[in-house]
């Protein structure tokens, strides 16, 4: 199994998108990239910690490919908005691609350059070592999934 941590804003809409692809085994949301091993959705909201809403996808490489999440998440948010996704605004919610490796990295931005070849370089998406990961509340996993019950 492998771990994939993408943010492209708020996460409970790309949480549900990324859990019911075909080869992925589990989702997580949570926070990443900001400076402090601990942190929670207060704290995140007030745009000074550094950390972005993430999601966390643990996914079967045998089933599906880095490159094809990569591919889901150039598609499922607007990568050429800067430190925002409409209407969500903040550097809590940039787009931002961590990697785990050299493999993920070199890929992330062989993938990141071939997109923005095709948006004439508007890309605004980071790539960055993953960093203090920290869970998300319970109350903000699954959230869509449970609000559909």
């Known amino acids: 199994m492998q771990k994939s941590y993408l943010a492209l804003g708020c996460f409970w809409k790309p949480e549900e998108t990324f859990r019911q692809l075909t080869g992925v085994v589990e989702t997580e949301v949570g926070y ?3 400076a402090s091993s601990s942190t929670n959705y207060e704290e995140v909201c007030t745009g000074n910690t550094g950390h972005t809403e993430t999601v966390k996808i643990i996914y079967d490489e045998k089933i599906i490919s880095y490159e094809n999440l990569l591919e889901v998440f150039f598609k499922t ?3 050429t908005q800067k430190d925002m996704q409409y209407p969500d605004m903040g550097t809590q919610y940039r787009s931002e691609i961590f990697y785990e490796n050299e493999q993920q990295k070199n890929t992330a931005e062989k ?3 071939f997109i923005n070849e095709k948006l004439d370089g508007k890309i605004e998406t980071n790539i960055s070592k993953i960093k203090n990961y920290c869970k998300a509340e319970e109350y903000h996993q699954k959230y869509i ?3 559909n019950q």
């Open 145 to 147: 999934m449970k609000r």
């Open 32 to 34: 990443a990239g900001g």
């Open 77 to 79: 948010h607007d990568p």
């Open 111 to 113: 993938y990141k350059n």
